[in-house]
């Protein structure tokens, strides 16, 4: 089965931080990644897919990139509402996420 | 609008079963899979199995496998989960999620608002 690994599991930041977020796959998935993000009490809320291409109305401060087994998810401008968990997740047969990402205010 | 609407939560004892069912509305039923994913309080998010509305065929992750059943009712436009023998671990918030059948690239873009499951005796 493939697993997915995110890093950090934790970043503080501040409003106006560019922030990154990575997921590795522990095999080549191509450009079969999604990213969501989660507040609490919510549904997860899908905001990138096929690695790279934003959901219709999601910012474009937020950005993907990545192929293959390396991915990244990017924040360029850290805004108050963009503090949340964030999960990588992959599915092709079976399905996984990453084990989150928790954004928080410094 | 596309939207899942989930049913109501649930309080069940160690041993017992539970269903939790996730209508469709909005768009093409069988066009879409429908994933179930769960999150223990505090916990990250975990993929629990997968139907095809087309044909009613069903994956299950390997930790479910034996204990997870998924349905659907074409006519009602609506799938249900059953999850069997539960455990205190099984308290959890069950989300139904759907994704496109032409292709996994497009990720799970429709979710239910969630079911909670508290299990306790």
């Known amino acids: 089965d493939i697993q997915l690994t995110q890093s950090p599991s934790f970043l503080s930041a501040s409003v106006g931080d560019r922030v990154t977020i990575t997921c590795r796959a522990s095999q080549d998935i191509s450009s079969y990644l999604a990213w969501y993000q989660q507040k609490p009490g919510r549904a997860p809320k899908l905001l990138i897919y096929a690695a790279s291409t934003l959901q219709s109305g999601v910012p474009s401060r937020f950005s993907g990139s990545g192929s293959g087994t390396e991915f990244t998810l990017t924040i360029s401008s850290l805004q108050p509402e963009d503090f949340s968990t964030y999960y990588c997740?992959?599915?092709?047969?079976?399905?996984?996420f990453g084990g989150g990402t928790k954004v928080e205010i410094k | 609008q596309v939207q899942l609407v989930q049913s109501g939560a649930e309080v069940k004892k160690p041993g017992a079963s539970v269903k939790v069912s996730c209508k469709a509305s909005g768009y093409s039923f069988t066009s879409y899979y429908i994933h179930w994913v769960r999150q223990a309080p505090g916990q990250g998010l975990e993929w629990m199995g997968i139907?095809?509305?087309?044909?009613?065929?069903?994956t299950y992750a390997q930790k479910f496998q034996g204990r997870v059943t998924v349905t659907r009712d074409t006519s009602a436009t609506a799938v249900s989960m059953d999850l069997s023998n539960l455990t205190s671990e099984d308290t959890a918030v069950y989300y139904c999620?759907?994704?496109?059948?032409?292709?996994?690239?497009?990720?799970?873009?429709?979710w239910g608002q969630g079911t909670t499951v508290t299990v306790s005796s």
């Open positions: 999620a759907r994704s496109s059948v032409a292709t996994s690239l497009y990720g799970m873009d429709v």
């Open positions: 139907i095809n509305p087309s044909n009613g065929g069903t």
């Open positions: 997740q992959h599915f092709h047969t079976y399905g996984t």
